[in-house]
């Protein structure tokens, strides 16, 4: 069966501090893979999506990057936090090899990450 | 833009069922409608989706309206445990891989 793996589960950093957060499914080939992120109170938001090994797609314009260095591991990265980074961020998957409207996104356990 | 209308937040009884509306009325042809929860301090969690037909899994049922411009979720025994935010959402060609949420419905369940 397939997994997803988020880590950490709780991270607290400094402002101006690096960011690296790692996702990774187990049990499936090629996946589509997405980064969520849930500010406090707030609604889900889309920060990135991949189709495909270093396939990244953005939806916001913010200072966060992701990275697909291997076809099962998704990463979001930061060079410099900022306060307002501050949130849940969450990993997801679905089967991927095409667009299927009717494919279910499987979502990790997430991150909460405090910028301090 | 999510593309659909559910109610803010909804209580119910433990035990008892739980209808979940929500509205789309401009939804397409190709849209599918799945409906996702999230406990609290958790990921959300996907329960449901169909096209046309009236569908049933494990954890809900989900009524479709003959034009589809709307939907309801069904818990059929809420437990104290199905106190969640529920998320109605379309898929399809607009929005192609990527999965939109909304503000969707608290949902309260009363012992």
């Known amino acids: 069966s397939q997994t997803i793996h988020q880590w950490p589960a709780t991270l607290v950093q400094p402002v101006g501090s690096p960011l690296s957060l790692e996702c990774t499914v187990e049990?499936?080939?090629?996946?589509?893979l997405y980064w969520y992120r849930q500010a406090a109170g707030r609604g889900l938001q889309l920060l990135f999506y991949s189709v495909g090994i270093g396939q990244i797609s953005s939806e916001v314009p913010q200072n966060l990057s992701a990275s697909r260095p291997q076809d099962r591991q998704f990463i979001l990265s930061s060079k410099k936090l900022l306060l307002s980074d501050s949130g849940f961020y969450l990993c997801a998957w679905n089967e991927g090899h095409g667009v299927r409207y009717n494919s279910p996104l499987h979502f990790g356990n997430g991150t909460r990450l405090t910028v301090t | 833009d999510a593309k659909t209308t559910q109610p803010n937040s909804m209580e119910s009884n433990e035990e008892e069922p739980v209808h979940l509306p929500c509205n789309h009325s401009?939804?397409?042809?190709?849209?599918?409608i799945h409906w996702y929860r999230q406990l609290p301090s958790q990921g959300p969690e996907y329960v449901i989706h169909?096209?046309?037909s009236n569908v049933n899994n494990r954890m809900a049922s989900l009524a479709i309206a003959e034009d589809r411009k709307s939907s309801t979720l069904i818990l059929h025994r809420a437990t104290l445990r199905d106190a969640a935010v529920y998320y109605c959402?379309?898929?399809?060609?607009?929005?192609?891989?990527?999965?939109?949420f909304g503000a969707g419905t608290i949902l309260r369940v009363k012992s």
């Open positions: 959402i379309l898929r399809g060609w607009e929005y192609g891989n990527k999965l939109v």
């Open positions: 401009t939804i397409s042809g190709t849209d599918y």
């Open positions: 049990g499936t080939s090629n996946p589509n």
């Open positions: 169909g096209l046309t």
